[in-house]
Nanobody, 123 residues
């Protein structure tokens, strides 16, 4: 069972950048597909980006394509989300998620979740 801990959130202005990190415990990180989701107040948790086990395939939500980049370093058991050109509508709690079976845009496809990190973008 993997444990996930996110970091890197904060308060920034529109147009700024942030890089989120998600550190995973355990020796089998490379066996997990990884994803980032986010949840704004009063809204459902939504898919942001995902990467396959080896990092050679990534997928993004339309709302972040061209601005966000997901990457992973299997040697460091860490997945990253580089967020550029941030907008106020990107404000949310960001969660990383992991699963050994599914590479999915649905939150139902992931068994393991971190506690989340808050990202707030002011206008």
């Amino acid at each position: 069972q993997v444990q996930l801990v996110e970091s890197g959130g904060g308060l920034v202005q529109a147009g700024d950048s942030l890089r989120l990190s998600c550190a995973a415990s355990g020796p089998t990180f490379s066996s997990y597909h990884m994803a980032w989701f986010r949840q704004a107040p009063g809204k459902e948790r939504e898919f942001v980006a995902a990467t396959k086990r080896t990092g050679d395939n990534t997928f993004y939500a339309a709302s972040v394509t061209g601005r966000f980049t997901i990457s992973r370093d299997n040697a460091k058991n860490t997945v990253y989300l580089q967020m550029n050109s941030l907008k106020p509508e990107d404000t949310a709690v960001y969660y990383c998620a992991a699963d050994t079976r599914y590479y999915s845009t649905s939150r139902l496809g992931y068994d393991y979740w971190g506690q989340g990190t808050q990202v707030t973008v002011s206008s």
